[in-house]
């Protein structure tokens, strides 16, 4: 295995438990309410998110062999969390309403920003995978 493998993969793999656990946290913040991500799109990323990690796992446990095939799962995965996140984020960013010259409304909750955070870490790190992957199967 090359070098830079197990790290990316362990970090991989931390990122889709990053997504899991964002997806089920708060999305949404006022005041002292906040709002699931499950009751938004973080059904979506959760699903992916699984999706990922169950992609990983081979890896995880069996390294990389010439029948694994689905190393571009993550790298997709991570993108589709990513426009999902990024796509609520600005949703939220834009609910607020202007009242005595200060702009009140919600913010993005820390369920959010970990989808967001992770979805990131996941794509570079899983494509970063990818590419060692098809390095490893045309030498």
Do not use: D, Y
């Not at 830079?4 to 949404?28: K, Q, Y």
């Not at 029948?67 to 969390?81: D, E, F, R, S, Y």
């Not at 949703?91 to 009242?99: F, M, V, W």
């Amino acid at each position: 295995m090359p070098a830079h493998f197990r790290p990316n993969l362990i970090a991989a793999a931390l990122s889709c438990v990053g997504i899991i656990i964002g997806s089920i946290g708060p999305w949404t913040s006022f005041l002292a309410l906040g709002s699931s991500g499950i009751g938004e799109c973080g059904v979506i990323t959760l699903i992916l998110g699984i999706g990922a990690a169950f992609a990983l796992t081979p890896l995880l446990s069996r390294g990389v062999t010439p029948q694994v095939k689905n190393h571009c799962i993550g790298p997709l995965a991570g993108i589709a969390v990513l426009i999902v996140a990024v796509g609520n984020a600005a949703c939220i960013l834009q609910r607020g309403t202007e009242i005595a010259g200060k702009i009140i409304g919600p913010s993005v909750g820390w369920g959010l920003w970990l989808v967001v955070i992770s979805a990131l870490v996941l794509s570079i790190t899983s494509s970063t995978l990818a590419q060692l992957i098809r390095a490893q199967a045309t030498t």
